[in-house]
């Protein structure tokens, strides 16, 4: 079995400093298998907010796996916002701001994004997820009870 470490809503431009430090030291003091960092990760999306994630998270022990939120848009850019609203986030950390998977021999894991990075997304609201990370788009070694 394997060990995540979970980092979620630090919301860097309003962030306690002191705890952002002490949970990358914590990180690189602890052994696990994945340092999993999910949103809110910035607080509004300023660029100088996306500048410090991107730090503190490529300062993380690898691997790390990234999962945005809701607030990990340029709030204050609404043609931004419109027409690429995942850029800058991208951009100023290095990781991607999409769906995606993290798998090795003691975890695996699945993110989901479900923030709307331009408004409503169709079956976004519904939890409807990509049709690729969907239970039935993909068949494992679970019964059909833990489906």
């Known amino acids: 079995m394997g060990r995540i470490l979970q980092f979620s809503d630090v919301h860097f431009g309003c962030e306690h400093k002191g705890a952002v430090a002490a949970a990358l030291e914590y990180a690189h003091a602890?052994?696990?298998d994945l340092v999993l960092i999910t949103g809110d990760i910035t607080q509004?999306?300023?660029?100088k907010e996306f500048a410090a994630?991107?730090?503190?998270?490529?300062?993380m022990p690898e691997p790390r796996f990234v999962i945005v939120g809701n607030?990990?848009?340029?709030?204050?850019?609404?043609?931004?916002?419109?027409?690429?609203?995942?850029k800058a986030f991208e951009t100023a950390t290095g990781f991607p701001a999409h769906d995606g998977q993290f798998c090795n021999e003691t975890v695996m894991v699945r993110g989901v994004v479900t923030a709307r990075g331009r408004g409503p997304a169709a079956?976004?609201?519904?939890?409807a997820a990509h049709?690729?990370?969907s239970p039935s788009a993909d068949r494992d070694d679970r019964g059909a009870d833990d489906r």
């Open 30 to 32: 602890t052994p696990n």
């Open 44 to 47: 509004k999306g300023y660029p």
């Open 53 to 59: 994630a991107g730090r503190w998270m490529r300062a």
């Open 71 to 86: 607030h990990d848009v340029p709030y204050w850019d609404a043609v931004a916002r419109l027409f690429h609203p995942w």
């Open 123 to 127: 079956g976004a609201d519904r939890g």
């Open 131 to 133: 049709p690729r990370l």
